[in-house]
């Protein structure tokens, strides 16, 4: 094909990006994801201090403008996210403990009901892990303890039960002792007949560092008969970029999709944003960008050709 999404279609999967609702009015980026992407994750619109900013008080407008977009372009929506430490708004981080399982459930209840069958897949826990594999000692945790992953997924489940429910984070796409620790969860989780449809691996790469286990990491946990995605696939660049570094970006990009092709319950990639002007990158890493596969002005890079050739 010669668009991502008609390429990764061909190959039963999808090509998606995320985007924000104030970028709905972008023509040059809406144009690439309308032309190109056939999956939108809001990059921040269904996030908990959106939705909910105060307690039992919801606001599902800026995602809604965001799944409405989607269906006017023939786009799956993955919902991102239910759980997570951050982005949480002030009453929620500040909350007494004994009430933080009530205030997860109904959070999670009223999200995921509202957007009932209209998102394919729900990233229910973000980011539970730290690097040493042990669970991250939020609000949640030190509420529940580690219980708090099958109650929050039961609880997705049963306001949709028609969307795949995922565990979704990063540094998790080579084997070490985070994907180690997420795999012996996912494998106990599914023991318990909890409802874990999927594992999402962010992929947010340094160019030049994507694991060469990824595919053999991926695997794994579809043996387990689960679904796999890239979710939120960047490769970032020491700025300036040279033409080396795109080259090798095209590679990695290349090497992200041939992964996910080998691997029958990998289901789709994801670009964490749309073009370098829209991407996350140079804010949160000083110094670093160009990590998408289009330019500033939504021109493609390397890695567009790549990434097309490799579906
Ligand atoms: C990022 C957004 O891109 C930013 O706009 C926001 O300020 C912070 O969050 N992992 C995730 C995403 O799961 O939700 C994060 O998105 C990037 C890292």
């Given amino acids: 094909g010669s668009t991502l ?23 040059g980026e809406t144009a690439v994801v309308g032309a190109q992407f056939d999956a939108l994750t809001p990059t921040n619109e269904m996030k908990w201090e959106t939705v909910e900013p105060a307690p039992g008080s919801y606001d599902f407008g800026p995602g809604d403008q965001l799944v409405q977009f989607a269906r006017a372009h023939g786009m799956r929506v ?12 002030g009453w929620m981080s500040n909350l007494p403990l004994n009430q933080v399982r009530s205030a997860m459930e109904a959070h999670i209840t009223a999200e995921a009901g509202h957007y009932k069958g209209q998102v394919y897949a729900w990233d229910v826990i973000n980011e539970p892990f730290n690097g040493d594999g042990s669970l991250v000692p939020d609000a949640f945790y030190r509420a529940m303890g580690p219980d708090y992953l099958a109650d929050a997924l039961r609880t997705a489940h049963a ?5 795949k429910l995922y565990i979704n984070d990063y540094n998790i796409e080579g084997v070490n002792a985070k994907s180690d620790a997420l795999y012996s969860l996912a494998r106990s989780l599914l023991a318990q007949g909890v409802p874990l449809g999927g594992i999402g691996f962010e992929s947010h790469f340094v160019v030049g560092q994507v694991p060469t286990d990824l595919r053999a990491n991926l695997q794994r946990f579809a043996d387990l ?12 660049i020491q700025l300036p970029a040279s033409g080396g570094a795109l080259q090798q970006q095209a590679a990695d990009y290349a090497a992200v999709v041939r992964a996910c092709l080998a691997v029958s319950r990998c289901v789709g990639v994801s670009q964490w944003g749309v073009d370098d002007a829209h991407s996350w990158i140079p804010g949160t890493f000083p110094g670093y ?14 890695a567009f050709a790549a990434t097309l050739s490799a579906l």
Avoid at 159 to 163: N, T
Avoid at 225 to 236: F, I, K, P, W
């Fill in 5 to 27: 999404k008609a390429a990764a279609e061909a190959n039963g999967r999808y090509f998606g990006t995320a985007l924000s609702d104030g970028d709905l009015g972008v023509g």
């Fill in 78 to 89: 993955r919902g991102h996210n239910l759980v997570w430490q951050n982005q949480l708004p």
């Fill in 289 to 302: 960008g160009a990590a998408t596969m289009y330019d500033d002005n939504d021109r493609p890079k390397p």
């Fill in 225 to 236: 008969g689960l679904d796999v995605a890239v979710t939120e696939l960047d490769d970032r």
């Fill in 159 to 163: 306001a949709d039960p028609g969307a």
